[in-house]
């Protein structure tokens, strides 16, 4: 059987020697729960591609917090989700220049990275999406998103609400540069492969568009992030105003790129309905969050001195709440991937 190529189809690329065997497989079954989850029904585990059962396995392994468990959980779900999309397609013959696989390969990288699956403990990302419990000091990687923070916090004009909303923004603004990171030195080895591969002159059409959106793709990031970056330094120095149109980052950012968007005035208010919508399950999903997080403090404070009934009923609350954050935590990433869909769409039509 010839090899699987990284991107640029039967011509291509090979993928990174990791990425390849999680994408390929077969990995044995796996599917173990966290230490308090509900044993699953489903034969071969929590998913049905062993491949991530086996991911799964291993991030109980690692000090993880439930949230982050629960995140992880629903990307795993999402990544599944897309994988069997694309294999559809590809018996279809519908993915000639391998740019949906190539996009998965990226999408599976950024997931490692982001709970530090791939080996890295300096590239695990804390998903802290309130303060409290120590969320501060997990820190914001970058001097000058400490510096806005420090301002914002000695200033006197943000209430302990907008203090939240606004180490909700910053947070979300790393996990935007860490992803971007990733991308880019998913890119950068693609291109250093190219080039030890095939000459420029044997790169076909299909093969440089397939680069080209990649590039466009990174730019679009960047300068996504630069916005972003100017909107948060003039807030931690003038603060929030009363005219906010969404509260939660990740609708502000969908908001915004639809106002640059190629929609219609009916189509982009009834986009601002559906966010608002959106931004209602979020919500949702960060109480059910925090819930599971003041569940799982207390079920070890009663294993330590609770009896057996007591800690069994708290044992079962915590499976309950673990279930829920897992299911709203699929539902917000794949509203926010059919969103962020829509929004392409529209853009790609101006071209």
Known sequence: MAP?????????????PLLLLLLL??????????KYSREKNEPGGEFRMEKLNQLWEKAQRLQLSPVELSEL????????????????LKAEGLDEDGEKEAKLIRNLSVILAKYGLN????TRAVNGNFLGDGAEQDGLEDPRLEKLWHKAKTSGKFSRDELDKLWRELQHHKEKVREYSVLLATLSRTQEIQENAISPEDMNHMQAEVLGSRHAELQDRLRAISQGFDRLQKVSHQGYGGDAEFEEPRVMDLWDLARSANFTEKELESFREELK?????????????????????????????????????????YAVLEEKTKELGYKVKKHLQDLSSRISRARHNEL
């Open 277 to 317: 919508h959106f931004e209602v399950k979020i919500e949702k999903h960060n109480h059910y969050q925090k819930q599971l997080e003041i569940s799982h403090q207390k079920l070890k404070h009663v294993e330590r001195f609770g009896d057996h009934e007591h800690v069994s009923r708290n044992k079962e609350r």
């Open 73 to 88: 959980h629903a990307d795993l779900k999402i990544q599944e989700r897309d994988e069997f999309s694309w294999k559809k």
């Open 119 to 122: 080996g890295r403990k300096d």
């Open 4 to 16: 699987r190529r990284f991107g640029f189809g039967p011509s291509g690329l090979r993928a990174p």
């Open 25 to 34: 497989g077969p990995w044995p079954a796996a599917g173990h729960g966290g």
